[in-house]
């Protein structure tokens, strides 16, 4: 029961209370944390147009609109190499938590 409520307690303290007042030392935080997650977003977004530009650009040279198929394999290789950035920063992302989880205080 002890175990459960330090538990409990610790995963509140690590998750964001968003509606309580800071004062204006942690504003500036704050800021920043919106900043690294609209930049995630962002990336994210970039991801996922490369893809669709990719597939977009398959459908023009199945339809013959497209002449050169290279242009479909580069536009390809840039949505596979984006993916895969992307799942190895989120390996990474869950390697640090899990090793800040681990973490005994």
Do not use: C, W
Request: charged share 25%; glycine share 2%.
């Amino acid at each position: 029961m002890k175990a459960e409520m330090l538990l409990n307690s610790a995963i509140s303290a690590l998750q964001p209370d968003y509606g309580k007042k800071m004062n204006s030392s942690f504003e500036t935080d704050n800021h920043d944390r919106f900043g690294f997650f609209s930049y995630l977003n962002n990336a994210l977004r970039k991801v996922d147009n490369l893809q669709k530009e990719a597939a977009e650009s398959a459908t023009q040279l199945v339809l013959g609109d497209q002449d050169y198929l290279h242009n479909t394999m580069i536009a390809y290789e840039k949505a596979n190499l984006a993916l895969q950035l992307t799942i190895e920063v989120r390996n990474k992302i869950l390697e640090s938590y899990q090793e800040i989880m681990r973490m005994q205080m």
